[in-house]
């Protein structure tokens, strides 16, 4: 250390001139480079990427923030990928709504922590608000619920409640009898042995999320306890199967823990049917789990609210408002139907929120404890113009998915591998005569190729056992026209790289 060392500039009243001048810096130049975006990202090779980054001295500061915000806008916003540009087609992002970006720069400079009451305040008083608000929009006549890092966050804790109540219960009975013991732990409602760990069953299908299978696998549960249920040939759940896999897990003496329902699957965008999956849970008592991080826009939606029909009868929702409600990551919620459910995993600590505390501290409720105040930008957003405008912004996304769908149905070249609810679409360049082995071969090359090149961002996957290209559509400012024009790019890139492999094979053939 000597006397050159530069001052690390702490956020105080008295920086706030600085706060202004260089994070309006910021602003400036990130609004500049926003302005100019023509393609969801650039063409700079990988490892041109990695050597900038490695080339980089972390021990060597610039001196200023100006210095190093500059180095920032250079480095990495030139680079970034966004996903506002309907280039970008590959995965769950959105593009977000300015009022939460707005938010998102209040959060940034406040650093509000919604732990406890004691840290946030009047924060705390939105985050419960707007969380009441979510749960009415499921259904949820006094529900609760606690914002969360995303989707597979939601999920973890849903499964962690119900695991809670199957074992802290007689008989596996998911009921609310567990409740918060004095040291924070569940205490067994009946004197009878709580069904083991390895007993568990979660019920789910091969479309269900992967987070489903990792929360298992960290909630202490073996491979075998996730039951993968039958689905129709759309890749819903099939209530019948379900019906069956409950009651064949209950006569070999395992404990039914939780049915996990999805309402939007990442790749086909299949809703399981809500109702009877339902009447199924209702009949044999089993936690009933809705996985709507994809479908929550539907939730708002002026259109196709009807597609949710069932939802309210989940005890646990996941909604993901960082992919169809246009919010910045992170924002993601896990909703339940009794407010009493989220006390089965509560935990007092006594120099934070004692059990007797007066004041609501949302730690209780949340497997987090400093945890950011992302409800502000749900908040915001709502308060600028209202849940119709969202689910309008998500029923146009789903409209020019269908006009999509129809063109890639009929597309000469283009084989459309599923249908789907919300806004994917599964396809494959395959013109007749082309072996399913080349069509296949080509899924990954024709991602990458497209990847590298920065134009049209698509994503791969696999479909009942075959690979296949995908787009995920989110973006309401991007229509019909313009993916269909990004469309023709992926055609193009695949006929030339079907040709180029020809090429390639027809010269190794002749020097053979
Ligand atoms: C995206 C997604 C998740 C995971 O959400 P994250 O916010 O990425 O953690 C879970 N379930 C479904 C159905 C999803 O589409």
């Known amino acids: 250390m000597n006397s050159d060392t530069p001052l690390l500039e702490i956020l105080t009243s008295a920086r706030a001139h600085r706060y202004r001048s260089v994070v309006r810096g910021a602003v400036d130049r990130t609004a500049d480079r926003l302005a100019a975006v023509a393609a969801p990202t650039t063409d700079t090779p990988a490892q041109v990427l990695r050597d900038r980054v490695a080339a980089i001295d972390l021990d060597r500061p610039l001196g ?22 309907p280039g970008y087609l590959a995965h769950l992002n959105c593009p977000v709504a300015v009022p939460a970006v707005a938010a998102e720069a209040v959060l940034a400079a406040v650093n509000p922590s919604v732990d406890t009451w004691d840290q946030s305040r009047i924060g705390t008083e939105i985050e419960r608000r707007v969380v009441r608000w979510a749960s009415g929009t499921v259904g949820f006549t006094a529900g609760d619920g606690i914002f969360t890092s995303g989707g597979t966050q939601s999920n973890l804790h849903a499964l962690l409640l119900a695991r809670q109540a199957a074992t802290s219960t007689t008989a596996g009975r998911a009921t609310t009898a567990g409740r918060a013991a004095g040291d ?27 987070s489903v299978r990792k929360s298992a696998m960290l909630l202490g549960l073996p491979e075998r306890a996730v039951v993968e249920v039958a689905a129709d040939a759309a890749g819903r759940m099939r209530p019948d199967a379900l019906a069956h896999a409950v009651a064949a897990a ?84 896990l909703l339940v139907r009794d407010p009493a459910d989220l006390r089965l995993a509560a935990w007092h600590a006594d120099y934070l929120n004692p059990e007797d505390a007066e004041e609501p501290n949302q730690v209780d409720k949340s497997l987090q404890t400093t945890r950011r105040f992302d409800a502000l930008k749900l908040w915001t957003t709502l308060r600028a113009s209202g849940a119709e405008a969202i689910g309008r912004a998500f029923d146009t996304v789903l409209d020019v998915t269908e006009r999509v769908h129809d063109h890639v149905a009929a597309h000469p070249d283009l084989v459309l591998v599923a249908p789907t609810q919300l806004s994917t679409v599964l396809f494959r360049w395959q013109p007749d005569g082309v072996p399913d082995a080349d069509a296949d071969a080509l899924v990954a090359p024709v991602r990458a190729a ?29 229509d019909a026209d313009q993916v269909l024009a990004a469309l023709d790019h992926v055609v193009a890139t695949a006929e030339r790289l079907h040709a180029e492999h020809a090429r390639a094979t027809e010269t190794t053939g002749a020097t053979r």
């Open 450 to 478: 497209l990847l590298a090149e920065g134009r049209v961002l698509v994503a791969k996957t696999v479909i009942d056992g075959r690979p296949c290209n995908k787009l995920t559509l989110l973006n309401p400012e991007t």
């Open 64 to 85: 200023s923030a100006d210095a190093a915000v500059a180095e920032v806008d250079g480095l990495f916003t030139a680079e970034a990928v966004w996903f506002h540009d």
């Open 250 to 333: 209950r006569h070999e003496g395992r404990t039914p823990m939780a049915v996990v329902a999805t309402a939007g699957t990442t790749d086909r965008g299949c809703i399981d049917p809500l109702e009877p999956i339902a009447d199924v849970c209702d009949l044999e008592d089993v936690w009933l789990h809705v996985d709507a991080a994809y479908g929550c826009g539907l939730l708002v939606s002026p259109s196709r609210r009807h597609l949710l029909d069932g939802i309210e009868r989940a005890r646990t929702v996941t909604t993901d408002f960082h992919k169809s409600f246009f919010q910045p990551v992170s924002s993601s919620a």
């Open 184 to 210: 924070g732990r569940s205490v067994a409602a009946s004197d009878r042995p709580a069904p083991a760990l390895d007993d568990l069953v979660v019920f789910a299908t091969a479309s269900s999320h992967f």
